[in-house]
């Protein structure tokens, strides 16, 4: 109370108690992720890292509906904004049942890729499928409308929950540590939809939104898609390949390389957050849109600077305090994976700021560049290290791509 108290006489803005609210959001991920690393060991962390990367990339494929959500809640408005809030939520939710019954229906065959201790960890994953997707209409319309309370609010339920599920399962129950895991992401699903708007899920309203509205939004969901597989391809394809090719125990090591090297993605993604609807906002009302970009990858920039500098100081010390001395093996690499994710998170906010504007060849751009990343790993992947070095070169590629193409961009605006 004490602390709310301090939030209000400060007079802190609703985008600024967002950012705090994600930072903390990131801060119990991250300490989820620790406290599985350190407990169950590297062989064991790699089935739990196959989970987690699962989550996220269910968390992008989620994420085309919040975008999408979110950009439209800024642009429709009365009837037509309840109208498209209803189909969406009904497109979701089929989409959510889709994926979620292809992910039990295969779940042995997940198991056997994937070389994960158990198949039933797969088929509880898919049952909460359909929640997230839910979810993440919710929290568009939580974004689009700038309720950032309600949003960190839905972020925070969410982290908490599986936090404190799943270490409370492990520590109390004698039950196989994926399979727990598994439980606990599950319940977190359901925690995450409160606050929820029962008025705007309405499945029996089938009033269409004008046909120039509807091809508008079919354009930005198709892109949007394709950009968050570029993603899921991006930042998922590394663990899910070496988890295939190496041995469990190597597959571990990694895991815990690539979760301390992300630090600055995640920061990352608060502003990418708060860009979406201010761009949108700002081309509304036909303001200057790039100074928020400025702002936004300076932002990026600092950070990553900071971490990658960081992880090539003290990355024994990094590694230690984090995961413990079972890890240690990779601390040469630690600085080299951070520049990888560091060079994406700045190329990712160039992505999204044209996609703001409706503008997609930088989206292109970074399909592209996933797939050469994926490419590379698929062909070279004789150790971890060159698998950590393929990432570079791939982004490093892209960031100067993504750089030339505004500047080339800006040229022709003058």
Not at 256 to 267: C, D, E, Q, T
Not at 291 to 303: M, N
Request: glycine content about 6%; charged content about 10%; hydrophobic content about 55%.
């Amino acid at each position: 109370m004490q602390v709310l108290s301090l939030l209000k006489s400060k007079k802190i803005s609703p985008e600024q108690l967002f950012m705090l609210s994600v930072l903390a959001v990131n801060g119990g991920n991250y300490l989820y992720n620790l406290i599985l690393g350190r407990v169950l060991g590297p062989a064991e962390f790699a089935d739990a890292a196959v989970l987690i990367t699962f989550l996220l990339v269910l968390s992008f494929v989620a994420m085309t509906f919040q975008l999408v959500t979110a950009k439209f809640s800024v642009i429709f408005e009365n009837e037509t904004f309840t109208n498209f809030v209803s189909k969406i939520y009904k497109n979701a939710t089929f989409v959510g049942l889709g994926l979620g019954a292809l992910i039990i229906v295969f779940a042995g065959q997940l198991q056997a890729v994937f070389n994960t201790s158990s198949s039933s960890m797969f088929t509880i994953f898919g049952i909460g499928v359909p929640l997230y997707f839910l979810m993440s209409v919710n929290r568009g319309v939580f974004q689009g409308k700038k309720e950032f309370k309600s949003l960190s609010i839905t972020y925070q339920a969410e982290m908490l929950s599986r936090l404190v599920i799943t270490l409370a399962l492990i520590f109390l129950l004698d039950v196989q540590s994926s399979v727990v895991i598994a439980i606990g992401i599950l319940i977190s699903f359901g925690f995450g939809l409160v606050p929820f708007k029962f008025k705007n899920l309405n499945f029996k309203k089938s009033i269409a939104i004008e046909a120039s509205q509807s091809k508008q939004v079919k354009s930005f969901f198709i892109i949007t898609a394709f950009y968050e597989l570029t993603q899921i391809i991006i930042n998922n394809s590394d663990i899910l390949l070496v988890k295939h090719y190496f041995d469990a125990y190597d597959a571990g090591l990694y895991a815990s390389l690539a979760l301390i090297g992300r630090i600055v993605y995640f920061v990352a993604w608060m502003f990418v957050m708060l860009l979406l609807p201010t761009v949108v906002q700002l081309k509304k009302e036909g303001k200057a849109t790039a100074p928020i970009l400025f702002k936004y990858v300076g932002y990026i920039a600092a950070i990553a600077t900071a971490i990658v500098i960081g992880c090539a100081l003290f990355p024994e010390t990094a590694i230690t305090l984090l995961f413990g001395d079972s890890y240690l093996a990779m601390a040469p690499l630690l600085w080299k994976y951070a520049l990888a994710t560091g060079l994406f998170a700045i190329s990712n906010i160039f992505a999204y700021y044209y996609l703001s504007l409706d503008r997609y060849i930088p989206v292109v751009i970074s399909g592209v560049f996933g797939m050469l990343q994926m490419g590379l790993v698929i062909f070279f992947h004789e150790s971890l290290e060159q698998v950590v070095h393929m990432q570079i070169i791939a982004m490093v590629l892209l960031l100067v791509i993504q750089v030339i193409f505004f500047m080339f961009d800006s040229k022709l605006k003058k």
